[in-house]
């Protein structure tokens, strides 16, 4: 197993907790903080959280850019609980992957949540221009569209639905960033979670993607996040 990557201390934010929360915490803060955002969408009559800012982030979410597909407001976080980076599709570019790498590294979030919706055009059209041969498209467009229809490369043009392409998707970049050796000491030893989930675009629940069987099982006796420095 390669060694955990480092960065110097001048990198790391003044005040950062020595330990990142656990990693199955956070992700079980995301699952909790999105039903209450869901049955608040309901209608339910549920008590204001905290809206004081958080001091750092424990998740950081890779979304879509289209409007309403990724944000904070998600998990009823408090400010700067929960970042988010936000492509089309979402995709795996450079600056992506800096910004998770920055995220995993220096800020020590405990999961790293990519976020597909429903609805997603950027797929379904990446999706489209895939079945069609990737026909010439101006600027970077060309190189999109395959990280943009990542997961739906083995479905047949005419076969499978928009939302077997949006899941099957979520999944390939899930895949890909356990593998990325950047990542590979902190997921490996469970430090780092790579979930994944669909949003539904019209009640604001999440469908979180079960884990694959590959997954590891994180490692028992790490401490538990103060929450008070994380967020509500």
């Given amino acids: 197993m390669p060694l955990p990557p480092s960065v110097p201390d001048w990198m790391r934010p003044e005040g950062l907790p020595a330990h990142r929360m656990p990693s199955a915490q956070a992700l079980q803060r995301l699952i909790a903080g999105n039903g209450r955002r869901r049955r608040e969408r309901a209608g339910e009559n549920l008590a204001p959280g905290d809206a004081v800012s958080a001091a750092f982030p ?6 879509c850019l289209e409007p309403g597909a990724a944000s904070e407001d998600l998990f009823a976080e408090r400010p700067g609980a929960v970042e988010c980076v936000r492509t089309a599709g979402p995709s795996l570019g ?6 998770i790498e920055y995220a995993a590294l220096v800020q020590n979030v405990g999961i790293v949540l990519v976020l597909g919706h429903r609805n997603c055009a950027a797929v379904i059209a990446a999706r489209e221009a895939r079945a069609a041969g990737r ?10 569209v395959p990280m943009a229809a990542a997961g739906s490369a083995a479905l047949p043009a005419t076969g499978g639905t928009a939302s077997d392409s949006i899941t099957g998707h979520v999944r390939a970049l899930r895949a890909e960033l356990r593998r990325a050796d950047s990542l590979l000491s902190l997921t490996r030893s469970g430090q780092l979670k790579i979930a994944g989930g669909v949003l539904d675009d019209d009640t604001g629940g999440i469908d979180f993607l079960p884990d694959e069987p590959d997954d590891v ?4 006796g790490l401490p538990r996040a103060d929450r008070r420095q994380y967020g509500s």
Avoid: K, R
């Avoid at 026909?135 to 999109?144: F, H, I, K, V």
């Fill in 217 to 220: 099982v994180e490692p028992v």
């Fill in 94 to 99: 450079s600056d992506t992957m800096a910004a």
């Fill in 58 to 63: 424990f998740a950081l979410v890779v979304g």
């Fill in 135 to 144: 026909p010439s498209l101006p600027g970077a467009l060309g190189e999109w």
